[in-house]
């Protein structure tokens, strides 16, 4: 890299005023430092634009001087996509476009911009009797041109789809700085190669989606919510299977959860009362959308007969929207309370349903074998087999002594189960720079090949994003 | 062209065999002549490969030699994807490669080679108590790798989506003669860019699909199918939006179809008696799906409402299954009976599902206009946005001159309305080398570069299906 931070920052701010330029380390801390803490390389500068033409501008610039750029949305990645790898990019936040330009219930649409928090999203669809279903924890804070870029999933996919498959079309500025028009409401569209689906899960190294048109369905009337006790992954498979032969389309959610989990949350007042039916080695919590008028207690009716089958041993149903509101708690709250267990490894993992208890199974051997003494604390998206397999160090062992000894080795043993199983080792976080080596090494040759065949055909000089996902 | 058709005939029997060329023109017919009957340009050779390593010996002999090759299914496409365009090319038909690999019930998948017939895949699923839901008029000779090539639509996209989110995962021969290997069985996998989607709708111009896997669905227990008399489009559309918020993801099919497909349908013996409830301006056949042990009568019971509201005229439900089979029908039918009427001209469109009626009203009088006593025939999916307007010539006109008179300007009339609508001039049929020029005039430039490049940068030579799709 030939030009120095301070003609960075000097160049940047004669482009867009200073107020749109950050130049100062010291107050870029919210835009590097990520939620899991594990990247902490700095910036050369965080840009804000305030228009489509002013990022655009930014990219001509980036692309004349061979700089590197960083589209970043609400920063809550958990790969260090959106920070920095190297230390002299710079980053620009989509914070400041932050606009819903349509909402169209005729169309079943909205057009948001890059920078539109999920929740405002959420709270614009439900104002006009709609929902946009991408569900998850960090959605306080992160936002949709980051959603997109990381095809992110969460606790809805299996009613509705991951990000990719709750938008329409994308509008992006490509490497050149040329935008790129893809924004349409068209449910059936064959006129061409399929550049949004590119475009979305590149985590911002082909293109900066700037806004998108996304779908909005019909607000549920209301939900059946239930979390059963049941004795492992074994049982949890047949029971998935009847509720999606019985339920189908309306079967919003099938998350399981580990005992563990539930002791964790009880003992570091993560919950203020017990929202299971009792203890028991294995939890799923279930819920079910009541369409507008349809029929209610179809959930109950399915679960009594698991009961009679014998697939469950008790189950509780949510009776109010606080009853729901503990329940969701107690799985969305699953990763954070173990850091109030000392250190945990993690692995965001997907296999094919039917393979989640040999995941399950095989993952808890590998981890005692590995480290005993180990707290297994596999939860997770059941119904999209994505399993979140975190383990717990040792009661009383030594965070950094334990994550020394065993990060490494863990991820060796974990993965390994994972691709035996034909699964994927990145469900829904992505690459990003954590799992660059990893991806090089599990991921098809000819895929890879492909895939950088196309990141330099699109972008040559290679500014957008450097190092990551390909290296 | 440097090699000729003799030599290309002399070069692949060495390569694969006598048995599996054909160089004589008068054998190659049923590879040459398509459904519409538009192309009529012959191919150097056809050649049927019954490996995917001898798929990979032909691509690196056609890379080797500068030869195009057209990769083909059941030659059922209507745009001219699958037949020559110049005629020195070898069409590859993957008839052969016909082997559904595996079904999987537990994981809910089918991994089928690209030979496959859609029919016989319907049959391997229905055979495991699951469906495959891609249906469509052609089924009966329609192959799985020209689904996935020219991303077919049909019948049941409302429920269950077009061939693009009906696949998992897909095996490909690129223009190197490198195999990508894309199958999988994971709902969750962000390692790296959508290939899959980037190759399904290509049309066959980046690589050649040898394989894919598909999603299979829990099998309905049963139907409930209406036909309703509706006085038009605009009541259609509150009919929709009523249904989509009482029944949400069973709701199948939501088709419409004015009055005069039933005439022409009865007067040419298409159907051996009347399916609706008696004559009306339009009808909308309607389908929802019950799952197993789910609750019966929801469709009736929406209809109800919508009788109340004054948004229908009439119903009739089917009550057997020759009743459902002879409701389908009238709506397969619709196409085919117009050339029974003399010449027609047909555009596959899409608009925003709130735009249907303003299509529909405009599209009519734009066709009064251009040729007075001309007879509309917009028919189709009016749950996805997706009308084939369809026009038959006047009564008693000349075929031929009526076609050399209109055919150009209403296709210029509904373009311009479809394009005002912020609308698809191909909402499932594709490109091919009819609507090259087409895409040219109406495709945001930057995507259209965009696509160049990636077909560029994919295949360098240019040998994969040349011409089609970016010309």
Redesign the interface.
Known sequence: MSVSAATIVDQLTALLGANAVIGEPGQMGIYLHEPRKRFHTGAAAVVMPSSIEQVQAIVRWANAAGVGIIAQGGNTGLVGAQVPLRGDEVIISMAKLDRIRAV?T????MTAEAGVILENAHAAAEAQNTIFPLWLASQGSARIGGLLA??A?GVN?L?YG?A??LTMGVEAV?ADG?????L????????????R??L???EGT?GIITAATLKL??K?EDYETTIVNIAGPEAA?PLF?LL???????LNAFELVPHIGLEMQLKHGFLDSDPTAGASPWYALIEV?R?????AG?LM??IE?AFEQGLIDNAVFAESLADRTRMWSFREQMSEVQSKEGASIKHDV??????VPQLIAEGIAAGERVSPGIRAVPFG?MG???IHFNFSQPEGADPKAFMAEYDEKLHEAIYEIVLKL??????????GQL?VDL?KQ???P??????R??K???DPKGILNPGK??G
Chains 1, 2 share one sequence.
């Open positions: 169209d005729a169309a079943g649409t990381s095809n999933g996919v009613a991951n990719r498959e490509m040329q935008r790129y028009q893809g349409n409401s068209l449910k059936k569209d064959n006129t061409g190669y399929d550049l689906d590119l979305v899960g590149s082909l369905f019909p549920p498979l299977e999606r032969a019985r339920i189908g389309g309306r959308a369409m507008q008028g349809g029929e179809s009716s399915a007969t997907s296999v094919p349903i039917a393979a998206h999209d087999g994505n034909g699964g994927s080792v990145s469900a829904e976080h992505g690459i799992k991806l599990v991921k098809d000819v895929a890879l090949s492909l895939m065949t196309i330099t055909a699109l996902m390909l």
